[in-house]
């Protein structure tokens, strides 16, 4: 830490010295600005050029010092990426697959991965009580895992990859237990994320009524209240990540067939747009 520290304070003097004056609109005129350093929680630091005078902002920077792995998953444009979204019981997996036959059938050649992926994450994440930060950091390890050895060699050879769930789960769950979006944005820095998200929604007194008929116990992620908040997390997506993915909302609660005539029409329409992706 002393170490860091004294590098840190090496780095500010240095970037102090070759500091070019800055216009300060207190003073008047060009200052030569004392310089404030704030390492972020990813690895770079946050630069801030100060009026010493006025102790105004006047200019900040980022600079990377970031010794993270380098990966740079969105350099893999093949294929086409497909996440269905949405709270436990309102139909995901059952959809999912469904649509997975019927694009087959269709002659395309696609793929279904369920997160989370590793069994043995999946059983740490239910069996004990977790941080909701260091969730974040456990879906993060399963994500790469299941992109790197599933996820992105199938989009490298012009696969649909159908995924039941998606970073958005993240966002969702795990915004809900406390941890800002930014954060979870931040720890899944280097994932894909999907192009087209299906977004199955269900009023949530039905989506328990239909979980509770198919298992026997329900995870801590299944209780009402919280369910009511990940529905609403759910459908606000759309409006906050429209510039990252396309979304449809699609209402579970009608007729399975309607559903599934839904959910097909609007897969299919938005492998048009992408040029017949995995055919
Ligand atoms: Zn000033």
Known sequence: MAESSRALERLQEELEKKAHAVYCYKCGRDVKPKVRLYP??????????????????????????????????????????IAFEGIDGAGKTYYAKWVVSELRKKGYDVIYVIEPYVKAIKEFLYKYDIDADAEVFIFAADRIILQKTIVL???????????????????????????????????????KVPEFVVILDLPVREALDRLRRTRDKLTKFEEEGFLLRARKKFLELPKKYSHISKFVIINTALPEEDVKKEILERVLEYLRTKGESGR
Do not use: F
Not at 50 to 73: A, Q, S
């Open 40 to 81: 972020t929680l990813l690895g770079e630091i946050r630069v801030e050029y100060v009026c010493p005078y006025h102790g105004i902002v006047l200019l900040t920077e980022t600079i990377e010092k970031m010794r993270l792995p380098d990966r740079k998953p969105y350099l893999v444009v093949g294929g086409a990426y």
């Open 153 to 191: 060699p199938a989009l490298k050879q012009n696969k649909i990859v159908i995924s039941d769930r998606s970073i958005y789960s993240s966002i969702v769950y795990q915004s809900i237990r406390g941890v800002s979006e930014e954060y979870i944005w931040g720890i899944n820095r280097s994932i």
